[in-house]
């Protein structure tokens, strides 16, 4: 994957410039508990949460085997992106994730 220089300006603040208008919300989490407590508040303390997460365990375990009718119920799902794209808003998933 090549490496391209980083244009001028706040990475973070150009992320979240182009991900607000696709709906999406940044959210600062200093940790587990931060994201727990961000679940608990948009979710609701009966969310069904899937975490590929160490640390954040889940009501389901998503892993290459599982079914994906199996999340059918799943309200929340909880992953870590090696990195954010800030020209599109995205963030980026390996197979691993």
């Known amino acids: 994957m090549p490496i391209f220089p980083a244009a001028a300006g706040d990475l973070r ?19 587990l508990d931060d ?3 961000l679940i ?3 979710f609701g303390a ?10 954040r365990e889940g009501h389901a375990r998503a892993v290459r085997r599982t079914v994906p009718a199996s999340l059918e119920n799943v309200d929340v799902g909880v992953v870590r992106a090696r990195f954010g794209v800030a020209e599109t808003g995205s963030v980026w998933f390996s197979e691993q994730e």
């Open 35 to 37: 994201v727990n407590a």
């Open 40 to 42: 608990a508040s948009r």
């Open 46 to 55: 009966d969310a069904v949460v899937a975490s590929r997460r160490v640390g």
């Open 13 to 31: 603040e150009r992320f979240i410039a182009v991900l607000t208008p696709m709906g999406g919300t940044c959210v600062d989490a200093s940790g």
